[in-house]
């Protein structure tokens, strides 16, 4: 099994360790032989039974559903049969996977459609994740596999995109020799000259960081959409320059997109069907857009209320807010307009100061709770989540017991907890010493996911008795008699179906039992 990483998310029943993917250890045979039907079918078990970005997708193909998914995609690509295919695997945070649905705008552009089967592709892509170490050394196996791929189909090209790609270039392309593209998350628009570079022999890259791109003007292909909830991008890069983190140095500085452009795609979004929308950057607080036609400049408050407006039935989220950009104003407008959810992402990081100072998150502990005081003053139904780093470089115990109380305080509805994986080329990596021992890292981290799954259950049975307008996404995981949805507060109900819904449909849902993880309830 490949290495893992601990970041608890929320599935039906329980909170689980987030599992990125597991890779086979793979030996290099003298000759590669065609695979055989019953090969190939456990070949592609391997290959899809833990792909991200292939979620609540079912497993083997279904001849009775054909024309959902899978050929909803190559219908709205515009390819046809016999044309050239793409594979495209996608890791790491929201970003990404919101990148890929660009990718996959300026490939279907070019007559390329997507595939879920590697093994049918022309064109095979993964957009990588530089956060931790751990996610570097997945993607690597995950390379060699493809490797194999390429070596029984001649002709197949492999392609690196997204943070790994600026950070590890030379070695992908000259050394290891494992790819032919090498893509930044800049340089999406240039994919097709680079693979038509490849396909002559050349080896192709572009890894340009841009201080204008955004992709305003691409609309996403949605690869991998219930056609209820969509990600919208509303910038890209990061200035906060946190000093354990590689971002800034993968994704470039921070530039805003066109807020009307933003809109514009809320609004066709919700004409096509779909009930939610995300807004997605690495800080959404510090967005910040001018028109050039009156220099009038769109604060992050105005964009949503914006968002909002669209029509009172379509939901608004937003990730991922930092503490120190995060304002009451925000908070206001928030309160102001039903659609948009009581649910935000605050990322801690740690709960003790001097640790913060050391990670120049640019805020302390006080300033901080002083943020969680203010969404319960003004937003007392909402919902907090947080980003956590345990065993960061000379955390004592006592600072690492900072970080459990600020999590009792704070009543986090979930977390994602990690151990700290120093990262090449950061400012951590050059001035401290990542002199924590990793026995005493892992030990922190389990503290710490045992604390959340306790606030979890306690923060979900104390939902007990009380009903909420619930978003129908789909069948729920354990039974098509089911739906699941999510409440105002991002929180998974399951509840039993009734004629006469689908999903995209709004329904009032009494919470009868709750898990860590889950609220059970019925339809009222």
């Known amino acids: 099994m490949g290495e893992q990483y601990s970041n608890s998310r929320r599935e039906e029943g329980v909170v689980v360790e987030e599992v990125l993917f597991h890779s086979a250890k793979l030996s290099q045979p003298e000759k590669v032989l065609p695979l ?40 709205r690509s515009g390819s046809t049969a016999g044309g050239k295919r793409f594979y495209i695997e996608s890791y790491g945070c929201q970003m990404n996977f919101s990148d890929s649905e660009i990718v996959a705008s300026v490939l279907a552009e070019e007559g390329f459609s997507p595939t879920r089967f590697m093994e049918e592709s022309d064109l095979i892509l993964i957009n990588t994740c530089s956060i931790r170490e751990k996610a570097e050394e997945t993607v690597r196996k ?27 270039k030379k070695k992908f392309l000259e050394e290891e ?24 022999g050349e080896k192709g890259i572009n890894v340009f960081l841009s201080r204008e791109e955004t992709y305003a003007d691409i609309s996403p292909l949605r690869l991998d959409s219930n056609g ?119 990322p801690v990081q740690s709960g003790n100061s001097r640790i913060l100072d050391l990670m120049n998150r640019t805020y302390d502990r006080e300033w901080y709770l002083g943020r969680i005081e203010a969404i319960e003053r003004i937003l007392p139904d909402c919902a907090i989540s947080s980003d956590i780093i345990t065993g960061f470089c000379t955390e004592t115990e006592e600072e690492h017991r900072d970080t459990l109380s600020m999590m009792e305080r704070a009543n986090y509805s979930m977390s994602y907890m990690f151990a700290y994986s120093e990262r090449p080329g950061t400012p951590a990596a050059k001035k401290y010493e990542d002199d924590v021992p990793e026995e005493v890292k892992k030990r922190r981290l389990n503290e710490v996911i045992r604390l ?35 409440n105002s507060q991002n929180k998974m109900i399951v509840f039993p179906k009734q004629p006469g819904l689908k999903p995209g449909d709004y329904v009032n849902v009494l919470v009868k039992s709750a898990t860590g993880a889950t609220l059970l309830g019925e339809m009222c």
């Open 142 to 168: 995950r390379l060699r596999m493809f490797d194999l791929e390429k070596r029984r189909r001649p002709g197949v090209l492999v392609g690196v995109l997204g943070c790994m790609a600026e950070r590890l």
């Open 228 to 346: 209820v909830s969509a990600f919208i991008s509303i910038m890209r890069g990061c200035d906060n320059m946190c000093s354990f983190c590689v971002v800034p140095y993968t994704r470039g500085r921070e530039r805003s997109r066109d807020a009307f452009s933003i809109v514009a795609e809320a609004a066709q979004l919700f004409e096509q069907g779909y009930r939610e929308v995300t807004l997605l950057g690495q800080n959404v607080d510090s967005y910040k857009w001018q028109n050039p036609e009156n220099g009038h400049v769109v604060s992050f408050a105005e964009l949503l209320e914006m968002t909002a407006l669209v029509h009172p039935g379509l939901r608004v989220r937003f990730s991922t807010s930092h503490p120190k950009d995060m304002t009451d104003e925000v908070l206001h407008i928030m309160a102001r307009h039903e659609n948009i959810c009581n649910y935000i992402h605050l």
């Open 36 to 75: 055989l039907p019953i090969e190939r079918k456990k070949t592609r078990q391997m290959l899809y039974d833990d792909n991200p970005t292939l979620v609540g997708i079912p497993k083997e193909i279904d001849e009775n559903r054909q024309g959902e998914a899978l050929f909803w995609e190559d219908a």
């Open 452 to 486: 959340q799954n306790q606030i979890s259950l306690r923060h979900n049975l104390a939902d007990v008795g009380k009903t909420f307008r619930v978003l129908i996404e789909g069948d729920s995981k354990r039974s098509d008699q089911e739906f699941k949805g999510r």
């Open 177 to 200: 020799k494992l790819v032919d593209i090498v893509v930044g998350p800049d340089a999406y628009r240039d994919l097709p000259k680079l693979i038509a570079g490849a396909e002559d």
